[in-house]
């Protein structure tokens, strides 16, 4: 294995730093703060790694990093594969203390704390995209209008797809391209669930390095901080307070404020799309809200709403 030292542009993260910063009551996971910090040098995929430590009894808030993934894990079975230390690479352990018929909300969690984060501390205009896709926004004017449920925005497809969006206006490395994703996998034991909660973001990421013509990264997309050390850092204690707040109401997303800051955030809602489901069917039409469960409301040209809990969205025009 090549020194971490070999790139200067890509220094390592430093565990004992981290676990001093983030192991404190401050950094709470529903009253509970981070309970193991582990940095990886490389595994296959930080979430296989903490699916076996929760089989093995893990506790609730354990953290997993990893500066490289040789298997990385993306949703629908895509892969997540990037040079070492030129993104974050992290999964969190929890045990949530709410009905498991609640534990739908933890990606699009996810995704809502990771949008906070990088907007807040790159200064870039981050967008979701249905589930919880990280993505650039797209002009004010290519936008389809106000809906419902927000300001309609653009997006892109899933990082491992070779299928562009042909909403995507490309316009070098910023507008509608795709900057993170999320997986969210259950796992522990029958007494003792868990679910395990993947995030892996693009940071350094350079031009002839990106898996799909419509990703990019924090560096490519003008980003005023590229450190991995702060935003890492940012994205915990965002995570971490929101999972507080929903764990606090019972799961109750409606209650805890997730369900507004998701619809507020999200690029999908407002777009025609066209949604494709395990199995191989589909469904198009508008997409209008999202339902209770998380759940994304698609209604057709017949007035029909269907919800969407699971497929690859796609953004049309």
């Given at each position: 294995?090549?020194?971490?030292?070999?790139?200067?542009?890509?220094?390592?993260?430093?565990?004992?730093?981290?676990?001093?910063?983030?192991?404190?009551p401050?950094?709470?996971?529903?009253?509970?703060?981070?309970?193991?910090?582990?940095?990886?040098?490389?595994?296959?995929?930080?979430?296989?790694?903490?699916?076996?430590?929760?089989?093995?009894?893990?506790?609730?808030?354990?953290?997993?990093?990893?500066?490289?993934?040789?298997?990385?894990?993306?949703?629908?079975?895509?892969?997540?594969?990037?040079?070492?230390?030129?993104?974050?690479?992290?999964?969190?352990?929890?045990?949530?203390?709410?009905?498991?018929?609640?534990?739908?909300?933890?990606?699009?969690l996810?995704?809502?704390?990771?949008?906070?984060?990088?907007?807040r501390?790159?200064?870039?205009?981050?967008?979701?995209?249905?589930?919880?896709?990280?993505?650039?926004?797209?002009?004010?004017?290519?936008?389809?209008?106000?809906?419902?449920?927000?300001?309609a925005?653009?997006?892109?497809?899933?990082?491992?797809?070779?299928?562009?969006?042909?909403?995507?206006?490309?316009?070098?490395?910023?507008?509608?391209?795709?900057?993170?994703?999320?997986?969210?996998?259950?796992?522990?034991?029958?007494?003792?669930?868990?679910?395990?909660?993947?995030?892996?973001?693009?940071?350094?990421?350079?031009?002839?390095?990106?898996?799909?013509?419509?990703?990019?990264?924090?560096?490519?997309?003008?980003?005023?901080?590229?450190?991995r050390?702060?935003?890492l850092?940012?994205?915990?204690?965002?995570?971490?307070?929101?999972?507080?707040?929903?764990a606090?109401?019972?799961?109750?997303?409606?209650?805890?404020?997730?369900?507004?800051?998701?619809?507020?955030?999200?690029?999908?809602?407002?777009?025609?799309?066209?949604?494709?489901?395990?199995?191989?069917?589909?469904?198009?039409?508008?997409?209008?809200?999202?339902?209770?469960?998380?759940?994304?409301?698609?209604?057709?040209?017949?007035?029909?709403?269907t919800?969407?809990?699971?497929?690859?969205?796609?953004?049309?025009r």
């Amino acid at each position: 294995m090549a020194s971490v030292y070999s790139d200067l542009n890509r220094p390592p993260l430093n565990e004992h730093s981290l676990q001093r910063a983030l192991m404190v009551p401050g950094i709470a996971f529903g009253g509970h703060s981070i309970a193991a910090l582990r940095l990886l040098p490389e595994v296959d995929s930080t979430n296989t790694a903490l699916l076996a430590a929760a089989a093995d009894g893990a506790p609730h808030g354990s953290v997993v990093i990893a500066e490289s993934q040789t298997a990385g894990k993306g949703r629908l079975g895509r892969s997540w594969i990037a040079p070492p230390r030129s993104g974050l690479f992290l999964s969190i352990l929890l045990r949530p203390e709410v009905s498991p018929a609640h534990w739908g909300w933890l990606p699009l969690l996810a995704g809502v704390a990771a949008r906070s984060a990088i907007s807040r501390v790159a200064e870039l205009d981050v967008w979701l995209k249905w589930p919880n896709d990280l993505i650039l926004a797209e002009p004010a004017d290519s936008s389809s209008g106000a809906t419902e449920s927000g300001s309609a925005r653009s997006g892109a497809t899933e990082s491992g797809s070779a299928e562009s969006d042909s909403s995507v206006t490309d316009s070098g490395y910023g507008v509608g391209r795709k900057l993170g994703g999320i997986l969210a996998e259950q796992g522990g034991t029958a007494a003792q669930p868990c679910v395990v909660i993947g995030i892996g973001i693009n940071i350094t990421l350079r031009a002839d390095e990106l898996p799909a013509p419509h990703a990019t990264s924090l560096l490519l997309a003008g980003a005023k901080v590229t450190d991995r050390d702060t935003i890492l850092r940012a994205l915990l204690r965002s995570f971490g307070s929101w999972y507080t707040d929903w764990a606090e109401s019972g799961g109750d997303a409606e209650r805890c404020g997730l369900t507004a800051a998701y619809r507020a955030g999200c690029a999908t809602l407002g777009r025609e799309v066209r949604a494709e489901l395990p199995g191989g069917s589909a469904v198009s039409g508008q997409a209008i809200d999202l339902d209770q469960d998380g759940r994304l409301l698609v209604r057709d040209a017949s007035g029909a709403s269907t919800p969407i809990g699971a497929g690859d969205v796609v953004h049309l025009r």
